[in-house]
């Protein structure tokens, strides 16, 4: 049974940084796509970043240069590191892995909420 515990997460000024983290369980990290999509209020969920099981990482347009996704590898675990946030980017983040083969399966955390106050 795959399992995520999320972690982080907050209430911040603008400016500020968070770190959010995702523990994963019943499935390998290292051996999939993982990453962090986030739904701000009213809005369609959006990508914010994703790393490969080669370690290369993407990121959506609003996370370039802000935002760092990391694998830790012996926790497997996923982290986001976010540093000048926005008030815009206060939604409720998810962690988010898919499977790298037959059948492909997309699975999702709990989400996070995430406050940017300006």
């Known amino acids: 049974q795959v399992q995520f515990v999320q972690s982080g997460g907050g209430l911040v000024q603008a400016g500020g940084s968070l770190k959010l983290a995702c523990a994963a369980s019943?499935?390998?990290?290292?051996?999939?796509?993982a990453g962090w999509y986030r739904q701000g209020p009213g809005k369609q969920r959006e990508l914010v970043a994703t790393?490969?099981?080669?370690?290369?990482?993407d990121y959506g347009d609003s996370a370039k240069g802000r935002f760092t996704i990391s694998r830790d590898n012996a926790k497997n675990a996923v982290t986001l590191q976010m540093n000048s946030l926005r008030p815009e980017d206060t939604a409720v983040y998810y962690c988010?892995?898919?499977?790298?083969?037959?059948?492909?399966?997309?699975?999702w955390g709990q989400g996070t909420q995430v406050t940017v106050s300006s």
């Open positions: 790393i490969s099981t080669f370690g290369v990482t």
């Open positions: 988010h892995v898919k499977t790298q083969s037959p059948p492909y399966i997309d699975y």
């Open positions: 019943g499935i390998t990290l290292s051996r999939n796509t």
